[in-house]
Nanobody, 115 residues
């Protein structure tokens, strides 16, 4: 069974920063696209950012210019640096990894931005 292990998140004031990390233990050859999605209360899950193992990135419109996704292929780990956080960034953030064995989700980590 593929594990997706998230860390980071928490409570921060508007304008602050947080960093999320997500690791997929195992062979780096089996992990493809990794990324982050979020779901706010009463809303659908939406794309935050994704990154391929070649380093190509894609961001949701609402986070462009504020969030940066990066990746360490040797560690099968993806990072999400979140700057200039806004109250509307409050959500549960889910890590996603596509591997040889399928599509895998983490358990989610709460990010709360106070105004």
């Amino acid at each position: 069974q593929v594990q997706v292990v998230e860390s980071g998140g928490g409570l921060v004031q508007a304008g602050g920063s947080l960093r999320l990390s997500c690791a997929v233990p195992g062979s780096s050859e089996s992990v493809g696209v990794m990324g982050w999605y979020r779901q706010a209360a009463g809303k659908q899950r939406e794309l935050v950012a994704i990154i391929t193992n070649g380093g190509t990135t894609n961001y949701g419109d609402s986070v462009k210019g504020r969030f940066t996704i990066s990746r360490d292929n040797a560690k099968n780990t993806v990072y999400l640096q979140m700057n200039s956080l806004k109250p509307e960034d409050t959500a549960v953030y889910y890590c996603n990894a596509i591997t040889t064995w399928g599509n895998h989700w983490g358990q989610g980590t709460q990010v709360t931005v106070s105004s």
